[in-house]
């Protein structure tokens, strides 16, 4: 299996993810560390991965905002150098076009609440 399927599998399960991060008790030092681990996808040359990687993270997004985390992945989303935001950015400046409107609705949610920032 690729990476590329695995996000797809990932992203399928998300409702489940959350549920496991929800249940771990440890809130959002958790949360954080596994947007780190899927911001990964956004900088790989294969333009699967990163339409993907943008479309788990739009889909965490909304999830996370649901639970109370708005704050939190903002806040991680804009981090710099090493946030989220910097991460969809570069995915976009490589040329994944296939990517584009996954990354601008990963964009979206991140920014939900924070628009006039964005």
């Known amino acids: 299996m690729c990476i590329r399927d695995r996000y797809k599998e990932v992203l399928t399960n998300a409702d489940q993810l959350i549920k496991i991060l ?3 008790g440890e809130g959002w030092n958790t949360t954080k560390h596994m947007l780190e681990i899927f911001k ?3 900088f790989s040359k294969n333009s699967g991965v990163a339409l993907w990687t943008c479309k788990l ?3 965490l997004a909304a999830e996370l905002h649901e639970k109370g985390f708005s704050g939190d992945i903002w806040d991680w989303f804009i981090n710099q150098p090493t946030g ?7 995915c976009v400046e490589k040329n994944h076009l296939v990517a584009m409107e996954s990354a601008i609705a990963a964009l979206c949610q991140f920014g939900k609440y924070n628009y006039a920032e964005l």
């Open 40 to 42: 990964a996808g956004l």
């Open 84 to 90: 989220g935001l910097q991460g969809i950015l570069h």
């Open 22 to 24: 929800e249940g771990k």
């Open 57 to 59: 993270l739009a889909k």
